[in-house]
């Protein structure tokens, strides 16, 4: 169920994050599919021969339907927001949890994933079109056990919050309900 968003004011920057299997992505593509007619989904998963994951890949997109233009893109997210080739309406980026899990997986360092996330934010602020971002909440969970673990767990509740405030509206969902929680 989509929230009553009234009036869009665009260009929208929009941050939609919640649990694994909430719900966040389907909440994301809905949103943009009723609001938006020229969309690129901007993938962060990149297929890798993994079988169980390309299943997940072909899910979400028939999920999405026609109508979507896929961009693949693990780790130059900016880039590709700032060149918009296409001249979109609005890109959906799902999402930046992966991103960061790939960044990690080419050992990028602290300050360098930082930087990224810096220049991330400010490509979204700066946008002259709209910006849906989905992300993962992992701080609700235990406390990772491995050092790895716990870095990753901090890096992405650090981006979260740079991403949030970037952006002028924020959405929690749980259990396939949005809760408006900024704009």
């Given amino acids: 169920m989509m929230e009553n968003t ?3 004011q665009l260009p929208i920057k929009k941050l939609v994050i919640g649990g694994c299997r909430s719900g966040k992505s389907r909440y994301a593509e809905q949103w943009v599919a009723e609001n938006f ?3 690129v989904f901007v993938a962060t998963l990149e297929a890798r021969n993994d079988a169980e994951m390309d299943q997940r890949i072909a ?16 780790l130059a997210l900016a880039g590709v927001l700032e060149k918009n080739a296409t001249g979109a309406e609005v890109f959906l980026v799902d999402c930046l949890t992966m991103w960061l899990t790939n960044m990690m997986m080419q050992d990028f360092s602290d300050e360098k994933i930082q930087a990224q996330v810096a220049r991330l934010c400010e490509t979204v602020i700066d946008l002259s079109v709209s910006v849906v ?21 901090d890096l992405a ?6 991403m949030a405030r970037a952006c002028q509206q924020v959405v929690f969902v749980a259990a396939g309900l949005p809760l408006r929680l900024k704009g």
């Fill in 157 to 162: 509740g650090w981006t979260n919050q740079q």
């Fill in 59 to 74: 899910l979400h997109l028939q999920s999405r339907g026609t109508g979507w233009l896929t961009v693949e893109e693990p």
């Fill in 133 to 153: 971002l989905v992300a993962n909440e992992v701080g609700l969970g235990i406390v990772p056990e491995s050092p790895l673990g716990r870095c990753f767990r």
């Fill in 6 to 8: 009234g009036a869009i």
């Fill in 37 to 39: 007619s020229d969309k």
